[in-house]
């Protein structure tokens, strides 16, 4: 063994090993096998991704885990330039690189890719596979299935459908293509390829140095030129000139897409995050999930990607929920269902609004108003959901909130003072009405309509993907574009948050235009300071665990706006926090935040009512389900916080109206 260390410019050490020793040593300078890909190899073992959970697994003493930067900016573009004669064909160093047998002329397989576009910015929704074999077999992977071309009498590969996925193998040459049947590829070759192939994919020399190189002259290039030269001739086509991403078209959905990403950072891959290095997958997740239809089957293919990289190191998780990346079981296989997603807007205190596309913004008047309707310009109404604030207090802030529900011109509700009115005689009505929780709950099963009020300030409409695109109003038109959510009634026009909400007012009963909005601190500008301190509950660290799932920023900021209202903020607080914790509960986080306190729930004022052996017990929850049996069947599986009843065995059926257990 020889070490030399050199002290000028920069201190350097140089160790060199005899042959006998490759494969035996393990550190830092790795394993001295010729192989790079295991050089990772930690002291435990295990061959890790990340550098610098390699690097800590090597400490020895004590150390404070913090690795520091390599170098600035500037010194690494002074490095590359100074380095590059090592990677120069052409330079001093030429004949020690290795000849590409990718100009032999003879080729025994070729694999070759066509992005199929969709929607206005021609991203790409599905791929077209072309294999050839050894000029006998070529196979078409494309529209969900795969095609043979031409009569293969003795065919090399055999096609099997796998879980998600198409899986073509050819156990002769060594090679697998496994398809997700849309645009996802994923290649494997056996090690005799190993420095005799090239293409997009590389020249698999396990140095992925020179991975991008000019087709023919196999010069390193950047990403655009390599590419381009590996285009093939027919069909002609332009040449790519800069690599656009999908948020480049859809800029205002960023932020949504970070956060709809977090999955990959959160805990729900913890488990997997000390084997596979997740930041690529997430980046290119923020990509994907701002393409077409908002992304959703952008998003769902990037965090498979992962997945299935957490599978190959054999952490199995199960992210996909009903609403999130839905799969269904059909002939004993999985596959993904293609469903426009329903959509929610909520309202809450002294006009907090976020809309169908998820848009903040707050606007509040004292008229009544169209929260949506899908009367858009059609002339043809088959329902509409309008609203009017209650004002209190000397400042005339919101302290509850009347709602108006209108169904096919034949059922009316109102909604006011604690209570669910029915307006005429519906002799058939369309609705259902429950008390879940805290809230009262209407469905419309037949129009995919759910309005969720808390008796107060707050309502939350959720509507099936059916209305995408076919409605309008204050909550804004479903189109997943949050930028054109504040129009004007009649001409759609783009406006203001008060010039659109005005114009969204019902000519009866009269009342005067919002001329500006105005906040409850500018009324109590005094209490500024406590309101922002009080709801600094929102971002501590009893909600921690849901920060990675819900962006806490615009349900404190109305926070701090709500508690300074009326007495001091003591409603409009609670109602803020609520909503947020709602939003956690909707991702699974379930969050006791009530004290006796802080915005109490008493739950046992309603057993002290039923003192009787037979009658439930009521238990508050913050993340509840109606999962109790009783009298009515429930459309709602939404986890809503309240207090919710428990029967005993021997009176197991709950009856809602009566509020009293029963044996049947």
């Not at 804004?476 to 909400?501: H, P, V, Y």
Request: aromatic share 10%.
């Amino acid at each position: 063994m020889k070490i030399q260390v050199q002290v000028k410019p920069k201190v350097q050490l140089y160790v060199t090993l005899p042959e006998s020793e490759s494969g035996n040593v393990k550190g830092l300078c790795g394993n001295h096998n010729d192989e790079t890909k295991d050089d990772f190899i930690g002291k435990s073992g295990i061959n890790e991704n990340v550098a610098e959970y390699f690097a800590l697994s090597w400490v020895v003493g004590q150390c404070n885990g913090k690795t520091p930067e390599i170098c600035s900016s500037d010194v690494e573009k002074y490095a590359h330039e100074d380095c590059s004669h090592l990677t120069d064909r052409s330079g001093i160093f030429a004949g020690c690189h290795n000849q590409d047998d990718c100009g032999s002329g003879h080729k025994t397989f070729s694999i070759r890719a066509e992005s199929v576009p969709c929607c206005e910015e021609k991203l790409t929704c599905s791929r077209r596979i072309i294999l050839e074999l050894q000029g006998k077999n070529t196979l078409k992977l494309q529209d969900l299935e795969v095609e043979q071309m031409g009569n293969d009498t003795e065919p090399l590969y055999s096609v099997q459908t796998i879980g998600l996925y198409f899986v073509i193998s050819v156990p002769s040459l060594e090679i697998t293509l496994i398809w997700d049947k849309h645009t996802r590829l994923i290649i494997n070759l056996g090690g005799r390829w190993k420095n005799k192939v090239c293409g997009l994919c590389g020249n698999f020399n396990n140095n992925e140095e020179d991975d991008l190189q000019i087709r023919g002259s196999m010069e390193k290039a950047d990403a655009i030129t390599s590419g381009n030269s590996w285009k093939m001739p027919v069909p002609q086509c332009s040449d790519v000139v800069e690599v656009q991403f999908s948020c480049d078209h859809f800029s205002y959905c960023t932020n949504w897409a970070e956060r709809r990403c977090m999955i990959i950072s959160s805990d729900t891959f913890k488990a997997c995050h000390q084997k596979v290095d997740y930041v690529p997958y997430y980046e290119a997740c923020v990509k994907e999930a701002c393409s077409c239809s908002v992304g959703s089957h952008g998003f769902c293919t990037a965090v498979a990607a992962f997945a299935e990289a957490c599978c190959e190191e054999g952490i199995s998780v199960k992210w996909r929920t009903p609403e999130r990346c839905r799969t269904t079981c059909k002939g004993g296989h999985w596959d993904c269902v293609e469903k426009d997603c329903p959509g929610e807007c909520q309202v809450f205190g002294n006009g907090h609004y976020q809309t169908f596309d998820s848009k903040w913004y707050r606007f509040d008047g004292n008229c009544e108003y169209t929260l949506v309707e899908d009367d858009c310009g059609s002339g043809h109404q088959t329902f509409s959901i309008r609203t009017e604030s209650v004002p209190c207090c000397e400042e005339k802030l919101t302290c509850s909130r009347r709602i108006i529900l209108e169904l096919q011109g034949k059922n009316t509700l109102k909604l006011q003072d604690l209570e669910v009115e029915q307006m005429g005689n519906d002799t058939e009505p369309l609705y259902s009405v429950q008390t879940i929780g805290l809230y009262f709950v209407i469905s419309v099963p037949s129009l995919e309509i759910t309005l969720i009020w808390d008796k107060h300030t707050r309502l939350i409409i959720n509507l099936g993907g059916r209305w995408k695109n076919k409605v309008c109003g204050l909550c804004g038109n479903f189109n997943n574009n949050e930028e054109d959510d504040l129009q004007i009634r009649g001409s759609m026009e783009k406006a203001d948050a008060i010039t659109s909400g005005n114009s969204w007012k019902m000519p009866v009963p009269q009342c005067s235009d919002v001329v500006e909005v105005q906040f409850s601190c500018d009324h109590f500008s005094y209490c500024t300071n406590w309101a922002e301190r009080r709801c600094l509950i929102i971002s501590s660290d009893i909600f921690k665990a849901c920060h990675q799932k819900v962006d806490y920023v615009p349900y404190y900021e109305a926070c701090v706006k709500e508690a300074c209202s009326c007495s001091v903020g003591s409603h409009g607080f609670c109602t803020a926090v609520a909503a947020f914790a709602e939003a956690c509960c909707e991702e699974g986080i379930s969050v006791k935040w009530r004290t006796p306190e802080r915005c109490p729930v008493y739950c046992d004022y309603y057993n002290e009512q039923n003192p009787q052996s037979s009658d439930a017990t009521w238990h508050y929850k913050p993340c509840g389900t109606q999962d109790i049996k009783t009298c009515s069947k429930s459309n709602v599986s939404r986890k809503l916080e309240g207090c919710y009843p428990e029967c005993p065995e021997d009176f197991p059926y709950f009856d809602e109206n009566t509020k009293k257990c029963s044996k049947s």
